[in-house]
């Protein structure tokens, strides 16, 4: 099972970033899958979810309104689009696959946003 994680990188504020997180070793179009980050000094806590079949999506209130997850089953990749970029997003930004009891995490990628 693998998570690969991409995109991430160093923007001014306001910009935009698209990270991507390439999947493979497990049934994709079966999963939920999330985006997590973790800045210095804090817990790890959740970005966005999108379900299996991409209908349903949930955000945390920090990133509604600029921050857009979506997955392509035929690709086996989940995407987060992140525009209007501030300087408290700077995080490691990591992606997760879950199935029932099953969790499967990336290695993450470092997005700072700093002028």
């Known amino acids: 099972v693998q998570l690969v994680e991409s995109g991430g990188g160093l923007v001014q504020p306001g910009g935009s970033l698209r990270l991507s997180c390439a999947a493979s070793g497990f049934t994709f179009s079966s999963y939920v899958m999330s985006w997590y980050r973790q800045g210095v000094g804090k817990e790890r806590g959740l970005v966005a979810a999108?379900?299996?079949?991409?209908?349903?999506?949930n955000y945390a209130d920090s990133v509604k309104g600029r921050f857009t997850i979506s997955r392509d089953n035929d690709k086996n990749t989940v995407y987060l689009q992140m525009n209007s970029l501030k300087p408290e997003d700077t995080a490691v930004y990591y992606c997760k696959a879950t199935r029932l009891f099953r969790e499967y995490w990336g290695q993450g990628t470092q997005v700072t946003v700093s002028s």
């Open positions: 999108i379900t299996s079949d991409g209908d349903s999506t």
